[in-house]
């Protein structure tokens, strides 16, 4: 005789199933929350430098359709000033477009695409907005020349000294101030953390001072070369994906977000 399943067997099977998926619903619900932290905090950051640029991309305009050059003044240094004040527009104006379309197109692709929007919305603002800023950096620096040049067309040699003394000095210590700034809260490849999920806890659990962090910032900069750093703070997902691969093969692939463990030897 053909044994028949016991009654209840059925619904019982389906109930844990159900369970199963309503914890996996859940689970992934409260991932996409821990994510959604950093799609504002990289959104934010975009308005904000897009708020600045537009600024001085005013200013440079300004100074495009509003200064009336002196006649009989050396054209090399009158083109040198109609050039780089183009320049600054032009810079501050990509920073502008760059940083509206990323605040639009990166939540709307987070909100609207299909299943694992959210993190590739997340991992492409990171490196978008970090463009904008050096564009909008770029921007800054030609800003702080174009001025330069504009107290050398307009005013006697005494008083273009002293403008450009005292621009130099405004220049250097904005520099000086954004690297020291940067390398304080900079975190290197081998500490970041993002909010993709990851079974590896130990990440998670190591207590990390500021000490440590300097100490790392440090000792990752004196190992890079100024390539290496470039491509690390325009695309720190691949750099860290390059990072592994140079100490462990080709075959070893991350995922996406996840930045090269702790220990691992910087590239070159």
């Given amino acids: 005789a ?5 009654a209840g067997a059925h619904p019982v099977s389906a109930m844990l199933q159900a369970d199963k998926r309503a914890l996996e619903q859940s689970l992934k619900v409260n991932l996409i ?3 959604e932290k950093e799609l504002h905090f990289y959104t934010e950051n975009c308005v904000a430098i897009g708020t600045q640029a537009s600024l001085l991309a ?3 305009y300004s100074g495009l359709i509003q200064v ?3 006649q009989g003044k050396n054209q090399m240094l009158v083109t040198a000033y109609m050039c780089v004040t183009t320049a600054a527009m032009g810079l501050e104006l990509m920073a502008v477009l760059n940083s509206t379309l990323c605040s639009m197109l990166g939540p709307g692709l987070a909100l609207r695409g299909p299943d694992g929007s959210m993190h590739k919305a997340v991992d492409g603002l990171m490196e978008e ?9 770029l921007g800054l620096l030609a800003f702080h020349v174009s001025a330069l040049l504009f107290a ?4 006697i040699w005494s008083v273009s000294l002293a403008m450009s003394t005292a621009l130099a000095l405004f220049l250097y210590g904005m520099v000086h101030y954004f690297l020291r700034i940067y390398s304080r809260f900079k975190v290197p490849p081998s500490l970041m953390i993002t909010g993709r999920f990851d079974t590896d806890s130990g ?3 190591r207590h ?5 962090l300097r100490r790392a910032n440090r000792a990752h900069a004196e190992e890079q070369t100024v390539g290496q750093q470039l491509h690390e703070y325009l695309s720190p997902l691949g750099y860290s994906q390059a990072v592994l691969e140079r100490a462990h093969g080709p075959e070893v692939r991350t995922q996406p977000g996840r930045a090269a463990p702790a220990g691992t030897p910087a590239a070159g």
């Fill in 58 to 60: 005013g200013f440079a």
């Fill in 208 to 212: 990390i001072t500021a000490a440590d």
């Fill in 2 to 6: 053909v044994r028949r399943p016991a």
């Fill in 129 to 137: 907005y970090r463009l904008t800023f050096a564009l909008f950096g």
């Fill in 152 to 155: 050398w067309l307009e005013f």
């Fill in 203 to 205: 990440v998670y659990e």
């Fill in 68 to 70: 009336e050059i002196p």
């Fill in 33 to 35: 929350k821990i994510r």
